[in-house]
């Protein structure tokens, strides 16, 4: 068989696999504000994972010790996914690992390893594709700056879902990239909902839809449609080249309150607007889908922290943030508050060249102000 040939059957896979993701999506959502049982998992992860989630379980133990007690909110420690038994089992998410997951209604998640090479998959990537977290949202928020956005990135399509699907012919190589109509509806209709639900009047949509006509033509299309659901709230379309230099112009910049983005532009410009708040150590992360979420700090798992004997010094603001995103999305608004309120007043600095506090000395003094 030519070339051509095989890549053409290739091709032919992945449209049929597509074809069946769309028909297997399922769109009801879990109503956390009536359910009886909360199950909340907390996985370690690697490097640093295991010192800031002890931490941030801790600080979540103290803020719902009543309903921990009466039943309504159940916290699981789940092993296993450290990158020793990804490893040996060749598996991004071991499937027991995965089972015991599933059994949980939203995941409080550490920093995981992706080596460098190799075939294992991050697990990151598998989790949102095995869970169906197709909404990444990002607050990033700088009140002295007049900075409040909120970022709503495509987490399930996009160049990602087929990043390692792509074609080598001699000489050249083709990667692919998908956007469905369901898969964007659902991540517009989640950015309007908050936009909603928050007070904001504007959405911006960024993509590249003058270069990739088909895909992100179809997710600034989509986009439109839906907003002719949300009368008060007006939506405007950027290039995500220029997009990446408004967030960096002063006077530009506060005007802008949600953004909807396809994966890949999202994944760059979350990053930049992380840095603009103060860091990527400074943001949480939401991985939201319509059964499931899973909520990270957006760091990795800062290795290096760990073979410097400086781990216990990681700062541990980011999954806090992400465990406060936690809080208000099952509906515990008032822990979600006080947790905030209690990052803004704790005066402890830990610094991670050691000098300073300790992550514990961090957890401590919060849960002091809890
Ligand atoms: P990293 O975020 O781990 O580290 C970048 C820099 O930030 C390093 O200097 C590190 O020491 C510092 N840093 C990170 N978190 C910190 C914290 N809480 N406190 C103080 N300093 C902190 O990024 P990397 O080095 O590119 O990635 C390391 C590993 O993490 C890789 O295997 C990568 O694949 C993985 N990773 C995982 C996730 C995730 O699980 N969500 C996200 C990003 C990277």
Redesign the pocket.
């Known amino acids: 068989m030519s070339y051509i040939d095989q890549a053409c059957q290739a091709f032919r896979v992945l449209l049929e696999e597509q074809q069946a993701r769309i028909a297997a999506m399922d769109t009801r959502k879990t109503d956390f504000s009536a359910k009886e049982t909360v199950t909340i998992g907390i996985i370690d992860?690697d490097?640093?994972g295991p010192i800031?989630t002890a931490q941030a379980r801790r600080v979540l133990e103290k803020l719902l010790t009543g309903e921990i007690q009466k039943g309504s909110v159940v916290i699981r420690e789940i092993r296993g996914l450290t990158l020793e038994n990804r490893m040996a089992q060749g598996k991004a998410i071991p499937e027991d690992v995965l089972a015991e997951i599933k059994t949980c209604d939203v995941l409080l998640?550490g920093?995981?390893?992706?080596?460098k090479g190799g075939t294992l998959e991050?697990?990151?990537v598998a989790m949102r594709r095995e869970l169906d977290l197709y909404a990444n949202c990002r607050p990033v928020s700088i009140p002295e700056k007049n900075i409040d956005w909120m970022f709503f990135r495509e987490n399930t399509e996009g160049e990602y879902v087929l990043g390692s699907r792509g074609v080598e012919l001699p000489g050249m190589a083709v990667d692919f990239k998908v956007t469905t109509d369901l898969g964007t509806r659902r991540i517009a209709k989640a950015a309007f909902d908050y936009a909603k639900h928050n007070g904001k009047t504007h959405v911006s949509v960024v993509t590249k839809a003058n270069i990739m006509k088909k895909t992100d033509g179809k997710f600034t299309a989509i986009a439109h449609e839906v907003a002719k659901d949300y009368p008060g709230i007006t939506v405007e379309d950027y290039y995500i080249d220029i997009m990446t230099a408004n967030l960096l112009d002063e006077k530009l910049r506060t005007q802008f309150q949600v953004f909807l983005l396809p994966n890949l532009y999202g994944d760059i410009i979350t990053d930049e607007a992380a840095q603009i708040q103060g860091g990527?150590?400074t943001a949480g992360s939401a991985n939201i889908g319509d059964r499931y979420a899973m909520f990270?700090?957006?760091?990795?798992?800062?290795?290096?922290?760990i073979e410097q004997g400086l781990g216990h010094?990681?700062?541990?603001q980011?999954i806090l943030k992400a465990e406060a995103m936690l809080l208000r999305h099952i509906c515990r608004t008032e822990a979600a508050e006080k947790l905030e309120k209690a990052m803004e007043r704790c005066p402890v600095k830990?610094s991670?060249d050691g000098t300073g506090a300790t992550t514990e000395d961090y957890a401590d003094a919060l849960i002091g102000l809890l």
């Open positions: 992860g490097g640093i800031i998640k920093p995981t390893t992706t080596p991050s697990a990151n990527v150590g990270e700090a957006i760091h990795g798992s800062a290795p290096r922290l010094y990681a700062n541990p980011s830990v991670a």
